[in-house]
């Protein structure tokens, strides 16, 4: 039983990610990975094994915030946090996944983030969000969250970063770092898919990232919207600044959330057509 459960569960999983991942994102992490395990090859013959260390540190790491989140954030159950139970669940079901643990820390800021290993992860809400931000739009942030650990992004990120922030110290790491981030930015396209299918809404998928942006401030998020509108498409440019961030631009992300549901729309008529 337990073996057919796990069947399908992966099952699950490759159906998913077969309609939501970004394009190219595949072949951005496969062409990374290439670039870090040459050098981490090349880094073990000259430095007498720098390339293991690092990567022992990053999973080492990843079971320490492990077992420290467990003791330092609140686990969110049927009695703890009722809304917020439902509100995994559903987004588990719309992506046909199994519903995620999720944690509740005491935090100001707007802020959610996923951490774990292969498929298997933690979801990690600031108890902000709880406040400002509506059903429809903590849905996408379970969904977003999700995705993430469900294409198994959480392990790549942990793993990754590092090289993308500091080239982990190697000769090569000045082109490491663009190459993570190349790989990163797609994921990110990735894992809003993935939000944007859990809470079934593209205003409020927009109006989520929005609220991240500038707060709950109703004066602020308009204004907000109003100069993403009157911004053109990203230029040779800004896809070079964009390089620099661990997320893409805001009217990035706008942008390639209407094209997705515009496919998504598309896909639907077709299959009611048939």
């Known amino acids: 039983m337990e073996q057919k459960l796990t069947r399908l569960k992966r099952n699950r999983q490759q159906t998913l990610l077969r309609g939501v991942r970004y394009p190219g994102e595949i072949w951005a992490l496969a062409a990374t990975i290439t670039m870090v395990v040459t050098a981490l ?5 000259l430095t007498g094994g720098l390339g293991l260390i690092l990567l022992s540190g990053a999973l080492l790491a990843l079971v320490r915030d492990h077992y420290a989140l467990r003791k330092s954030a609140a686990a969110v159950t049927e009695s703890t946090y009722p809304e917020l139970h439902r509100l995994v669940r559903l987004a588990a079901f719309r992506l046909r996944v199994l519903p995620p ?63 993308q922030e500091r080239g982990g110290g190697l000769a090569i790491g000045p082109l490491l770092g663009p190459m993570v981030s190349f790989w990163r930015l797609r994921s990110e396209y990735t894992a809003d898919r993935g939000g944007l299918l859990s809470c079934g809404s593209l205003s409020a998928a927009i109006n989520c990232l ?49 094209k997705y549901h515009t496919l998504c729309m598309r896909r639907y008529v077709a299959q009611k057509g048939e």
């Open 41 to 45: 090859v090349v880094a073990g013959i």
């Open 210 to 258: 929005v609220k991240l942006t500038a707060g709950l401030d109703a004066a602020r998020q308009t204004e907000l919207l109003k100069t993403l509108e009157s911004q053109e498409n990203s230029g040779v440019l800004s896809d070079i600044a964009e390089l620099q961030q661990t997320h893409p631009f805001l009217a990035n992300r706008i942008r390639n959330l209407r």
């Open 101 to 163: 643990s999720v944690f509740v820390t005491q935090a100001p800021a707007f802020n959610a983030y996923a951490t774990g290993l292969h498929t298997q992860g933690n979801i990690i809400l600031h108890s902000s969000l709880l406040e400002g931000f509506t059903p429809a739009e903590l849905t996408f942030v379970l969904g977003h969250e999700l995705t993430h650990i469900v294409a198994a992004h959480t392990t790549w990120l942990r793993v990754l970063a590092p090289l």
